[in-house]
């Protein structure tokens, strides 16, 4: 079972029963006529998967470019991947793969990544390809759910039945116990957030009722458990439905959702000194039916999950925004055959399928020229701050692209732009002046008259070197355009070309990201409008490497990786690979504030290292590098385009040339080159040296 950190095992056999993630991206592409009474969105198309995850885990690089390569060379017309990670930089090698493949004619969608919660600069991997189609969701304005049927009792008395959703784990059989509840306060945002208290008496013989919330699903199930628990029943904390919950843990043998409505009824009843008691059916034979109410708190706003771009050297992410939130698909059979998620993962294959209906329309797979209309006809959307707040002002179009997709427009659009999105880049490489070509397809003339939509100006830096986090801080100035005309027509079969003006929002600190609309609209009635995004600051005078939180560490404090105490000593295997009989390594913590380009990790020989221990390889050697006396980089480094974030580098004595250092004392030395840096100029590095540590060989 392949987990990314293994060794694959190809087969011609893409099904997947564990999962149900790409089942569901399929029926939203392709999805045939069903008692739910729903389609795909282009469900005459003919699908190809290629599956890249086992059951659980994650997918390698290698495995991801080689499903890309094969559809390409097996003639996928388009394809999509609802796949991803952090990036933030077009260079990622699955990114260059993409790109390449969208070079060739083939368009390629990408969902844009569900960590909208980590602030702007988020770009996912593959979905920061130039070229490269990122997607955003939307969530829907419907709130479906699909449902088994079950029952419960109240003091013995006659059944009352409910519905739910199963998650997984769903090993629940046909199950008859007693509902207790963490506590009777449904507005407890943290509900079982922490550990039990001492006196909760043990779980094991009660279905636990827990209200969603604050902390991940698995923190919940994690602490219930330690009680005991093996069957957990959550409860929503919106309105109205429920969804599939993961929640793989030690013990648990079922979790499930039902709706806020129903968990605040059994509420009622427990705090009230009555008994509940739930008779849930086996889900494989369990009578399942939909439900759906209108979507009345987030229906059509941005998903706060979605991810935000945009890519480190300023290249536009996301290009735009499809449904992704609650969306009933198909399933696999052993799963339920249908249910309701959530994702960019979802609204990723609905873009998808939109490119197949408009290119069919239009008569060309052109990826460009699909792009290009797409996102001119996309509807941009106002801002979601989350929990029930909209704004008054545009969604960023770093979080949505260019707006909501809508394929109608797309298909039947007489006007077509050059160009998908304009980049001003930031102060230091500020685009002054940008053009683009409007070109009128009809036979008769179009007037446009161009105005500058803002959306809302979000700071990137405001308190700290880290992005500001979800809901970022709103800052008050947006950028003007300059129009040499405001109006301009287009003949019938013509073209023409406006170049515009831009000028930087004034008097910001912390590198807010700015964007807007340039806004045409046509005497025939017609609408169209260009994204723009930049920063009103330097983004290479940005720190890249948090100093403070990286230093050595040990991998006998993993997983938490406490500093390692001073003038440590290590006693080293005398081969070219990882011993794993306990043999403790040194390690580096390296956390990055934002991404780098270019990180190197050089052992360098201390200063006051007193080692006269014999050495059969070879005496240290050092070379220079910007001041440094190094022996090179350990194993693995340098490393290029890194997104940011703490890693873990273990340190086996390896140098990158594949030689073992001598026995020596030594400090491993970060540096890390600023976005637009020159790798040549130290001044254009953040550097920190680790404690000084000794190394010997056994």
């Known amino acids: ?84 990670g952090p990036s933030g930089w077009s260079e990622d090698p699955w990114a260059v793969a993409v790109q390449r493949i969208v070079e060739k004619g083939v368009p390629c969608t990408v969902s844009a990544g569900n960590d909208g919660v980590e602030g702007q600069f988020y770009a996912s991997t593959a979905a920061g390809g130039l070229g490269v189609a990122s997607i955003a969701s939307v969530d829907n304005t419907q709130a479906p759910s699909i449902l088994l049927n079950a029952t419960y009792t ?8 409910f519905g739910w959703t199963q998650g997984t784990p769903a090993d629940w059989g046909n199950v008859s116990l007693p509902l207790w509840s963490v506590n009777y306060n449904t507005n407890d945002s943290a509900n079982a957030c922490t550990a039990l208290p001492d006196d909760t008496p043990d779980l094991s013989n009660y279905i636990v009722l827990v209200r969603r919330g604050t902390c991940t699903f698995v923190q919940k199930v994690t602490d219930v458990a330690a009680k005991g628990a093996r069957y957990v029943m959550f409860y929503n904390n919106v309105s109205p439905g429920s969804t599939a919950v993961t929640a793989v843990v030690p013990g648990i043998l079922g979790v499930g959702m039902t709706s806020a409505a129903q968990g605040a009824e059994w509420i009622r009843l427990l705090s009230g000194g009555s008994s509940v008691t739930l008779n849930i059916v086996d889900p494989e034979v369990a009578q399942q039916y939909p439900v759906s109410a209108p979507n009345t708190a987030t229906g059509g706003f941005l998903s ?38 959530s994702g ?18 239009r008569g060309t797979l052109d990826p460009k020229v699909l792009e290009n209309v797409i996102s001119a006809t996309a509807n941009p959307q106002i801002f979601n701050a989350g929990a029930g707040k909209t704004a008054d002002y545009l969604a960023p179009v770093q979080q949505q692209g260019g707006g909501l997709i809508q394929a109608f427009d797309a298909a039947y659009t007489t006007t077509v732009l050059s160009v998908s999105s304009l980049s001003f880049n930031d102060t230091d ?21 161009l105005s500058n939509v803002p959306a809302g100006t979000f700071y990137t830096l405001s308190t700290s070197i880290f992005p500001d986090p979800f809901v970022n801080e709103v800052a008050p100035a947006v950028a003007d355009i300059e129009f040499p005309q405001k109006e301009v027509t287009i003949p019938a079969s013509g073209s023409v070309t406006v170049t515009i003006y831009p000028d930087l929002p004034v008097g910001l600190d912390g590198s807010p990201v700015y964007s807007g609309y340039i806004a045409m609209n046509g005497s025939d009635e017609s609408s169209l409008s260009l994204p723009y995004l930049g920063v009103a600051g330097s983004m290479m005078r940005a720190t890249v490497l948090d100093t403070a939180n990286t230093y050595l ?62 050495w059969h390889h070879r005496q240290p050697k050092t070379t220079e590098f910007l001041g440094l006396k190094t022996l090179g980089n350990i194993y693995g480094f340098p490393e290029y385009y890194v997104p940011r974030g703490a ?50 060989y056994q």
């Open 1 to 84: 079972n392949y987990n990314g950190a293994n060794t694959p095992v190809p087969d011609p056999d893409p099904y997947d029963n564990c999962e149900g993630h790409g089942t569901h991206v399929s029926g939203i592409i392709a999805a045939q006529t069903n008692p739910y009474g729903f389609t795909g969105a282009a469900p005459d198309v003919t699908l190809g998967a290629y599956r890249v995850f086992g059951c659980g885990g994650s997918a390698g690089n290698d495995v991801l470019i080689s499903a890309y390569n094969q559809a390409y060379e097996d003639g996928a017309q388009i394809i999509t991947a609802s796949i991803g």
């Open 154 to 161: 109240v003091d013995n008395s006659s059944l009352s039945a």
């Open 304 to 341: 706060t999950y979605t991810s935000w771009g945009p890519n480190y050297e300023l290249e536009v992410k996301q290009q735009f925004s499809a449904p992704g939130g609650l969306i009933l698909s198909t399933y696999p059979l052993d799963l339920g055959a249908y249910a309701v998620l």
């Open 344 to 361: 960019t993962s979802m609204a990723c294959p609905l873009a998808a399928a939109v490119y197949a209906l408009v290119s069919e329309v």
């Open 429 to 449: 490489n500020f685009v002054d002046t940008a053009n683009f070509t409007i070109t009128n397809l009809a036979d008769t003339e179009v007037t446009y008259t």
């Open 553 to 614: 560490t040990t991998t006998k404090s993993a997983p938490g990786y406490a500093p390692a105490p001073g003038n440590a000593t290590f006693a080293l295997t005398a081969s070219n690979a990882t011993a794993s009989n306990g043999t403790v390594y040194p390690a580096v913590v390296v956390s990055l504030a934002l991404g780098s380009p270019y990180v190197r990790m050089d052992v360098v020989p201390y200063k006051n290292s007193t080692s006269k221990a014999p």
């Open 647 to 696: 890693t873990v580098s273990v340190w086996d004595g390896l140098l990158a040339d594949g030689t073992l250092a001598p026995p020596g004392t030594y400090q491993l030395v970060v540096s890390a080159l600023h976005i637009f840096g020159d790798n040549t100029d130290l001044a254009d590095y953040d550097r920190v040296a680790s404690e000084p540590f000794t190394i010997r």
